[in-house]
């Protein structure tokens, strides 16, 4: 039987089915993504902490570290708020889902989100998933947990930005200047 002429179901190569597809363009996606974390020994290099002069200098570090170092921070936090709901598996769980959610609405999109014909920025669904996610795991009960993880993370962040110093910092001008590229 021939197949010449007919149009092939799947616009996959060499018929791969489309679940297997959707599957392997998230893993490059979160490949690219994780491609903008630094690594952890450079991050963690004892030889670049100590305690800044002045506040001004503090805020500075901050400003710079936190521009370089974005995707460790992110993954700094998201740990810290994992191990403070293990306490709590049905907030695990509904942080799970809302994980689930993040990267099928905002992470792994191909193209723009259209609700009833109107087209939803990227600036808009990072919005309403962020109060949807808080709002959600503050109805699991675990409050004082969330909120808990929430400081912590916010202090481990701050206290490392302001001791990590910045002149050691790799070659990327733009990351260092405290520039992202969802700024644009």
């Known amino acids: 039987m021939t197949t010449y002429g007919t149009i092939p179901t799947s616009s996959s190569p060499s018929g791969t089915p489309a679940n297997l597809e959707y599957i392997s363009r998230a893993k490059e996606r979160i490949r690219e993504g994780l491609g903008d974390r630094r690594p952890w020994?450079?991050?963690?290099?004892?030889?670049?902490?100590?305690?800044?002069?002045?506040?001004?200098?503090?805020?500075?570090?901050?400003?710079?570290?936190?521009?370089?170092?974005?995707?460790?921070?992110?993954i700094v936090f998201l740990v810290i708020m994992f191990f403070s709901l293990i306490w709590h598996p049905i907030s695990l769980i509904v942080f799970a889902a809302?994980?689930?959610?993040?990267?099928?609405?905002?992470?792994?999109?191909?193209?723009?989100?259209v609700v009833f014909g109107r087209l939803i920025s990227d600036k808009v669904v990072?919005?309403?998933?962020?109060?949807?996610?808080?709002?959600?795991?503050?109805?699991?009960?675990?409050?004082?947990?969330?909120?808990?993880?929430?400081?912590?993370?916010?202090?481990v962040v701050?206290?490392?930005?302001?001791?990590?110093?910045?002149?050691?910092?790799?070659?990327?001008?733009?990351?260092?200047?405290?520039?992202?590229?969802?700024s644009s």
């Open 41 to 74: 020994r450079e991050m963690f290099d004892v030889h670049c902490l100590s305690l800044p002069r002045s506040f001004r200098e503090a805020v500075a570090r901050v400003k710079t570290n936190f521009g370089y170092f974005t995707m460790n921070y992110a």
């Open 98 to 113: 809302m994980v689930a959610v993040w990267l099928f609405l905002y992470f792994l999109r191909d193209e723009p989100l």
């Open 126 to 155: 990072l919005i309403v998933l962020s109060i949807l996610t808080i709002g959600v795991l503050l109805f699991t009960g675990a409050i004082a947990n969330i909120l808990g993880a929430l400081l912590g993370g916010v202090v």
């Open 158 to 182: 701050l206290i490392h930005a302001a001791v990590r110093k910045t002149d050691s910092l790799g070659g990327d001008e733009e990351a260092a200047a405290g520039l992202s590229r969802t």
